[in-house]
């Protein structure tokens, strides 16, 4: 390795004392620390076998489903055993994976529980797109199983790691966003940016146009002026981003800003939205929060919801602040959030004219 990267490096703090040094830990008797380690250590073989690709034995289909009825890749029980098996080591009370039927008690003793999507986007390896793990860690309730089921605010941290070019840790800890990056010789993640925020105002938005007859009026309104571009209301020219791949565009933001835009729609199995409140809506928006930016089911703030089942679904507006209260503006009266009619406020005008 070049001895100048090496010399970089020796500079940067690994995880470990960033954890080790965190008023979170302290607090915590190091149980939060302690978690985010171990799903570190995880994620770092998980990340081994990803990268073998076909080369591999686990990137067929399992053949089963998982808790929520979506169909299961051996590479996400793989992930979800993983992710299991490094957490029965350190203080959890209680889980809750995408993979499992519903939240499990481990150690009823244990001050915080996790809620955790082993691996997300897994449909799009085939295609060599990036994926991830994503995290949510909450204090313990009295009764274990309630923990998942209170407000995401209740988090006390959350994160996800993306397995793409670089594998890389996002840690919401501290009430900061953290950026670190696995050094691949020695199996180290190294922080590389303190304290991230989006960058503001970017004309960029993420959403699956192809559904676009299926949107309610407030979300067709917001992205019919986008393509208006800077002879429309918003006075400037987007460019539509969309990787399909949760943890993907929730790095893109961090990096580039943007919004990103997974609503409600019309469509059976998506009137509630399609990404899980509590392992996923809920700690990327926590991730938005304290990176400066924002996230909404289209009308509410995600972080004051609670879920009513575990693998409860929801839709998710992220990144920009501004961009995100003027989709959650647009939705003012529209009632459902799938609804795909317009309503007669939108009709003629939107929220510029």
């Given at each position: 390795?070049?001895?100048?990267?090496?010399?970089?490096?020796?500079?940067?703090?690994?995880?470990?004392?960033?954890?080790?040094?965190?008023?979170?830990?302290?607090?915590?008797?190091?149980?939060?620390?302690?978690?985010?380690?171990?799903?570190?250590?995880?994620?770092?073989?998980?990340?081994?076998?990803?990268?073998?690709?076909?080369?591999?034995?686990?990137?067929?289909?399992?053949?089963?489903?998982?808790?929520?009825?979506?169909?299961?890749?051996?590479?996400?029980?793989?992930?979800?055993?993983?992710?299991r098996r490094a957490?029965?080591?350190?203080?959890?009370?209680?889980?809750?994976?995408?993979?499992?039927?519903?939240?499990?008690?481990?150690?009823?003793?244990?001050?915080?529980?996790?809620?955790?999507?082993?691996?997300?986007?897994?449909?799009?390896?085939?295609?060599?797109?990036?994926?991830?793990?994503?995290?949510?860690?909450?204090?313990?309730?009295?009764?274990?199983?309630?923990?998942?089921?209170?407000?995401?605010?209740?988090?006390?941290?959350?994160?996800?790691?993306?397995?793409?070019?670089?594998?890389?840790?996002?840690?919401?800890?501290?009430?900061?966003?953290?950026?670190?990056?696995?050094?691949?010789?020695?199996?180290?993640?190294?922080?590389?940016?303190?304290?991230?925020?989006?960058?503001?105002?970017?004309?960029?938005?993420?959403?699956?146009?192809?559904?676009?007859?299926?949107?309610?009026?407030?979300?067709?309104?917001?992205?019919?002026?986008?393509?208006?571009?800077?002879?429309?209301?918003?006075?400037?020219?987007?460019?539509?981003?969309?990787?399909?791949?949760?943890?993907?565009?929730?790095?893109?933001?961090l990096m580039r800003?943007?919004?990103?835009?997974?609503?409600?729609?019309?469509?059976?199995?998506?009137?509630?939205?399609?990404?899980?409140?509590?392992?996923?809506?809920?700690p990327m928006a926590?991730?938005?929060?304290?990176?400066?930016?924002?996230?909404?089911?289209?009308?509410?703030?995600?972080?004051?919801?609670?879920?009513?089942?575990?693998?409860?679904?929801?839709?998710?507006?992220?990144?920009?602040?501004?961009?995100?209260?003027?989709?959650?503006?647009?939705?003012?009266?529209?009632?459902?959030?799938?609804?795909?009619?317009?309503?007669?406020?939108?009709?003629?005008?939107?929220?510029?004219?």
């Amino acid at each position: 390795m070049d001895q100048r990267l090496d010399q970089r490096l020796d500079q940067r703090p690994t995880l470990h004392a960033h954890l080790a040094a965190s008023p979170q830990a302290q607090e915590s008797g190091a149980a939060c620390a302690a978690i985010v380690a171990a799903l570190a250590g995880a994620a770092r073989s998980l990340a081994g076998v990803i990268a073998a690709g076909p080369l591999g034995s686990a990137m067929g289909e399992a053949g089963s489903m998982n808790g929520d009825g979506d169909v299961q890749k051996e590479l996400d029980l793989v992930a979800d055993e993983m992710m299991r098996r490094a957490l029965q080591m350190v203080p959890v009370a209680g889980l809750l994976s995408e993979e499992g039927r519903g939240p499990e008690i481990v150690d009823a003793t244990a001050p915080f529980c996790v809620a955790l999507d082993p691996l997300d986007g897994s449909a799009n390896l085939q295609n060599n797109i990036s994926v991830g793990t994503i995290f949510s860690i909450r204090p313990r309730a009295r009764d274990v199983i309630s923990s998942f089921f209170e407000p995401g605010t209740a988090q006390r941290a959350a994160g996800f790691f993306i397995y793409g070019p670089q594998t890389c840790l996002v840690l919401a800890l501290d009430r900061r966003v953290d950026l670190f990056v696995l050094h691949p010789a020695s199996g180290e993640f190294m922080l590389v940016q303190r304290g991230l925020r989006i960058p503001p105002d970017t004309a960029e938005f993420a959403i699956n146009a192809s559904n676009r007859r299926h949107w309610n009026g407030a979300v067709r309104n917001y992205i019919d002026e986008c393509l208006m571009g800077a002879a429309g209301p918003r006075g400037c020219d987007f460019n539509m981003r969309w990787i399909a791949s949760l943890v993907a565009e929730a790095y893109r933001i961090l990096m580039r800003g943007g919004v990103f835009l997974y609503p409600a729609d019309a469509r059976p199995g998506y009137r509630e939205g399609r990404l899980r409140l509590v392992y996923e809506a809920h700690p990327m928006a926590l991730i938005m929060e304290w990176a400066g930016g924002a996230a909404s089911n289209g009308r509410s703030r995600t972080l004051e919801l609670s879920a009513r089942t575990p693998h409860q679904r929801a839709p998710l507006i992220m990144g920009d602040a501004r961009a995100v209260r003027d989709v959650d503006m647009l939705s003012e009266g529209i009632e459902p959030l799938y609804e795909s009619g317009d309503a007669p406020l939108f009709a003629r005008r939107g929220l510029f004219l």
